[in-house]
């Protein structure tokens, strides 16, 4: 239920957020003068560059969009939603604001595409904002689309597409959809005369007065049968110039075949006059309202051709028409007739170069997930991964223990060349790597861990909370770690953990499915006195025979006598199997034969490549748990390879 909610809000969010990124990055002058427009409405607009604004309006649309697809493919889930969640708590604060005094008629939220009054915009993002707070409140519940380590693909691919593909496009040339009244195809004529008969028209400010003698001409312009060209220029002041010769060019053309052509403009006669100078302009100079003529088309200069009354063709100054095409009337060529449905076929650019890909990256990502997970799933005679086979089975296994050692740069080395030396030469025994703290995230991020499992060497005793300098076993957990070791004779003896500090450890360990390798061990006195079955079966007593044997059977025990550890002093391969003989009855009476046998006992204690396989040959010995010679990827890969003697 809640689910479903989360989800519902999610895809109502995504599909207005991409929806309202992409109309503004389709006119991203028309999201600027947006803009500009709600500045002027707080007093900031003189402090406001062109330049400034434009970004604004590029880097507005792009965030939008990218926050859209993030939601739509639950990419960082947590820090998306509250991004979203801010960013609708800001908007639904300034439609509340528009909505109370009304400076601007139109929010501007979906470009011209969908024009909204202020109070349907406040209703609308007040729905959003509901959305943002369910999904903010349970981020993971929603479902990834798309692996984590695959993300990044999509997410660039969306801002490639978006700032170049669409909105640096459509700066370029002209917005590639229009949606506004002075569209291709759109009959001036017939909206013109509704408005002049009264009704109510998007053309209220469309008129064309000749400069030199003030005459309004916009009724002989759009009644004209034949071809019309208006070079449209709300501020010659700020008009680009770099291509006047090509204009120039098209009023000679207009010239030769006899097409009215005028220049409309908002500008001063001064002004008017100055462009004449510069650009050696003949043609004929109209007035017509700066924002009517902003609205027209969307760059400073731009080319408009009318026929009939119904625009056929816009052309912005970096796209006129060029002087090949140019050669017959336009009656005989292409460029006097409309283009086809471009609409379609930009739906179809669209879809095949920004849907079809990510549709073809998601499904290879989830046959990729399912794959692997196929992989994972425990199988019958693949006993060996302890990854595969997360409890119940007897494992071969030899796991290395870094204990304090190495700078974060050597153990990512030591790591990385495991991890290839074992891709290369797999090993037949499940490997495990146990690391200091800080090592965890950043080899989790390439270690295979369907080759080599990643654990900690501690953790806390306590779930959460004040206790400077501890790392909990959830935290261990969140970095992609799956093991940890607990009741290390080191931590023991030098850090005071007794049995029941080791019982909460298991426990915290186990509620964040971490695997738990707990060791056990006398000491060289205990063992001198004969002690060494008492100790290991208290200390077993002590933390883990508390367990369920559901619980249990996810405990692999490591025998460490401490007198052997580091100290080059082994146990025999003797002395070894006959107290991991021992230890295994001692399950067996606790949990029965069936448990036991399935229980891995791994040795420890200066276990090196040269007396591994003796000790792992033994029938009660399942592997080893290794100090000093996992430090070198040679030598922890000799006692691995003990397994294939
Ligand atoms: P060692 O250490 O192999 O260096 O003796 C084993 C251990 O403490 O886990």
Redesign the pocket.
């Known amino acids: 239920m809640r689910k479903t909610a989360v989800n519902i809000c999610r895809i109502i969010l995504a599909m207005t957020f991409i929806l309202s990124g992409f109309v503004k990055a389709v006119d991203p002058l028309g999201t600027q003068y947006k803009i500009h427009d709600y500045l002027a409405a707080m007093g900031l607009a003189q402090y406001s560059p062109d330049i400034l604004t434009l970004a604004a309006s590029v880097l507005l649309s792009t965030v939008e969009f990218i926050l859209g697809i993030c939601l739509l493919f639950a990419i960082r889930r947590r820090l998306v939603s509250r991004i979203v969640l801010w960013v609708m708590i800001a908007m639904t604060l300034i439609t509340l604001w528009l909505a109370w005094t009304d400076p601007i008629h139109d929010c501007g939220c979906f470009g011209d595409a969908l024009v909204l009054t202020n109070w349907q915009t406040l209703w609308k993002n007040v729905v959003l904002l509901i959305a943002a707070i369910i999904v903010w409140k349970w981020p993971t519940l929603q479902p990834r689309l798309i692996s984590a380590s695959n993300q990044w693909i999509v997410v660039n691919y969306s801002v490639v597409f978006i700032l170049f593909f669409i909105a640096g496009r459509s700066l370029y040339t002209l917005p590639q959809f229009d949606f506004r009244p002075y569209h291709i195809g759109a009959n001036l004529r017939e909206g013109w005369q509704r408005m002049m008969d009264g009704e109510e028209s998007p053309y209220n400010d469309f008129f064309i007065e000749r400069a030199e003698d003030g005459e309004d001409i916009t009724e002989q312009v759009l009644n004209d049968e034949g071809y019309t060209f208006l070079l449209v220029a709300p501020h010659l002041e700020q008009a680009d110039d770099s291509r006047l010769d090509q204009v120039n060019l098209m009023y000679e053309y207009c010239q030769d075949n006899g097409y009215p052509f005028y220049c409309l403009t908002a500008s001063t006669e001064k002004a008017i006059n100055r462009w004449c100078e510069m650009t050696g302009a003949e043609y004929p100079f109209c007035q017509t309202d700066d924002i009517t003529l902003k609205t027209v088309i969307r760059s400073n200069p731009g080319l408009l051709l009318l026929k009939d009354g119904t625009v056929i063709r816009k052309w912005s100054h970096n796209a006129l028409p060029s002087e090949e095409e140019l050669t017959k009337p336009l009656e005989e060529s292409a460029l006097g007739r409309q283009p086809g449905n471009s609409t379609t076929s930009k739906i179809l650019w669209i879809l095949t170069w920004f849907v079809l890909p990510l549709l073809v990256l998601t499904l290879a990502d989830r046959l990729w997930a399912w794959t692997k997970w196929l992989r994972r799933k425990p199988q019958k005679g693949n006993s060996n991964n302890p990854i595969n086979n997360i409890s119940n089975m007897r494992k071969k296994i030899v796991a290395g223990?870094w204990?304090m050692n190495m700078n974060l740069q050597d153990g990512i080395a030591l790591a990385k060349e495991l991890n290839e030396t074992l891709k290369a030469d797999k090993p037949n025994c499940g490997v495990v790597i146990c690391t200091p703290f800080i090592h965890l995230a950043s080899i989790a991020q390439f270690l295979d861990q369907d080759i080599i499992g990643l654990g900690a060497e501690n953790c806390a005793d306590k779930e959460k909370g004040a206790f400077t300098g501890e790392v909990s076993a959830e935290m261990v957990k969140s970095t992609g770690a799956q093991y940890v070791?607990l009741g290390?004779?080191?931590r023991r003896e030098y850090y005071k953990e007794t049995p029941e500090i080791l019982k909460e450890k298991v426990l915290l360990a186990q509620k964040n499915d971490l695997k738990v390798i707990f060791?056990i061990g006398e000491s060289l006195e205990e063992r001198e006195a004969g002690k060494q079955n008492e100790v290991v079966k208290a200390e077993l007593e002590g933390s883990v025979f508390n367990l369920s044997e559901e619980d249990f059977r996810k405990i692999v025990i490591?025998y460490?006598p401490i007198w052997?550890?580091?100290?080059g002093k082994t146990a025999t391969a003797e002395q070894a199997e006959e107290i991991h003989a021992y230890i295994r009855s001692i399950i067996a009476e606790k949990y029965g034969q069936a448990v036991a046998d399935d229980t891995t006992i791994l040795y420890?204690?200066?276990?090196?490549a040269s007396n591994a396989p003796e000790l792992f040959a033994k029938p009660d010995i399942d592997g080893?748990?290794?100090?000093?010679?996992?430090l070198k990827a040679a030598d922890f890969k000799g006692i691995i390879d003990a397994w294939k003697k």
Request: proline content about 0%.
């Open positions: 223990n204990k070791i290390h004779s080191e060791c490591a460490e052997a550890i580091g100290t420890g204690g200066s276990c090196k080893g748990l290794i100090g000093g010679a996992s």
